[in-house]
């Protein structure tokens, strides 16, 4: 703003001579113009040629006094130069943008527009006017145009079209309800296979080692699902269906055990694992971390093996669904110093397979 009022002041002084006396007047510009010029690179002998915001200024402001076709003979730079700096200098005139009050609305806070898109987040069924009002009981004044601005800037559509549910919120919302069973098959030392029985519960992600056997018949399986009511318990009651697929040994007798308890079969689709992920990643755990780093020697041996497993699985094992805590733990333990590695403890699980750690008392 400063620099514009002393570019158009020195501009009205310089036109005074030049209506007076125009041709001594032209003179003397040149002349200006040619000592600025070698002011210029008196300042900058050794290196290049920089022009400061004052010289931009002179050479601009004295370009009124010379004939413009003179001034390829006169000034230093070339005439769209020269007119991009008077263009600048007069769009800096006129620029409004560093005024402390800009006029128009003020603009929305950084927390308000957080708390528009944490509402439409949590809430998808919830349109402009519905956040709105929440936020007016809030105690927050906004506008439901402010709020469809703040929720379009963020890429969130409108709530029909949001209301979903998607598939990961519907999954989890019925997870708690949901037990999956699937056979795993080990490879004993003497080349035999058997075949293990594993089921476990999508909303604990806790996991239970039926049974291992190496004729899996049908009668085998319908006695491990009776084993499987007993242990669990009145937390039956709390499972409404099992994903399973269609494995010829999972009878009616089978769906029959789980029907008696409320609990509804549900197959899977042929040949579509994923549609069994959860079960089919608790294999590839289980294959991962403990099957493939033994040498099984017998059936007994298995089921030592896996049922020793799934207790770290079940008590010290993280699981990032569950914020990184095991199936059977509700809550993270409470750190009351910081951390020391002498106060560490390790214990050896499945003779130092896997490893669990707790800081002594």
């Not at 601005?149 to 963020?154: F, G, H, K, Q, V």
């Not at 990961?168 to 037990?179: K, L």
Request: proline letters at 6%.
């Amino acid at each position: 703003m400063i620099v514009s009022l002393v570019y158009q002041v020195t501009r009205k002084l310089l036109s005074v001579p030049a209506v007076l006396l125009r041709r001594q007047a032209t003179k003397d510009a040149e002349l200006l113009v040619l000592r600025r010029e070698n002011a210029v690179l008196r300042r900058q002998l050794t290196a290049p040629v920089r022009y400061e915001p004052v010289d931009r200024l002179w050479f601009a402001a004295l370009s009124a006094l010379i004939p413009r076709l003179r001034w390829a003979h006169v000034f230093p730079v070339t005439p769209g130069t020269l007119l991009a700096w008077h263009r600048r200098l007069v769009a800096d005139r006129w620029d409004y943008s560093t005024r402390r009050s800009k006029p128009g609305r003020p603009p929305t806070a950084k927390a308000m527009k957080e708390l528009v898109v944490r509402l439409a987040q949590e809430n998808p069924r919830w349109g402009c006017r519905r956040i709105q009002g929440e936020l007016a009981r809030l105690g927050h004044q906004i506008g439901a145009s402010k709020v469809w601005e703040i929720l379009t800037a963020a890429g969130i559509g409108p709530a029909p079209r949001c209301s979903g549910p998607t598939w990961r919120e519907f999954v989890t919302a019925q997870a708690d309800g949901i037990i999956a069973c699937d056979f795993l098959h080990i490879d004993l030392v003497d080349l035999r296979r058997v075949y293990a029985l594993v089921f476990l519960e999508h909303g604990t992600r806790r996991l239970h080692v039926a049974g291992v056997t190496a004729h899996p018949t049908a009668e085998w399986t319908v006695q491990q699902a009776r084993n499987l009511a007993v242990e669990l318990g009145v937390r039956f009651e709390s499972l409404r269906y099992l994903v399973r697929d269609r494995d010829g040994k999972y009878t009616e007798s089978f769906d029959a055990v789980f029907e008696a308890e409320g609990i509804e079969p549900v197959q899977t689709a042929p040949r579509a694992p994923r549609m069994n992920a959860h079960c089919e990643r608790v294999i590839g755990t289980l294959r991962r971390e403990v099957l493939d780093h033994v040498l099984f020697w017998n059936e007994t041996h298995a089921l030592r093996v896996l049922d020793a497993y799934a207790r770290h699985y079940n008590q010290h094992r993280p699981h990032q669904a569950r914020g990184q805590l095991p199936p059977l733990v509700s809550e993270h333990p409470v750190l009351l110093s910081a951390p020391a590695v002498d106060r560490l403890l390790r214990r050896r699980a499945l003779g130092g397979i896997v490893n669990e750690y707790r800081y002594v008392a």
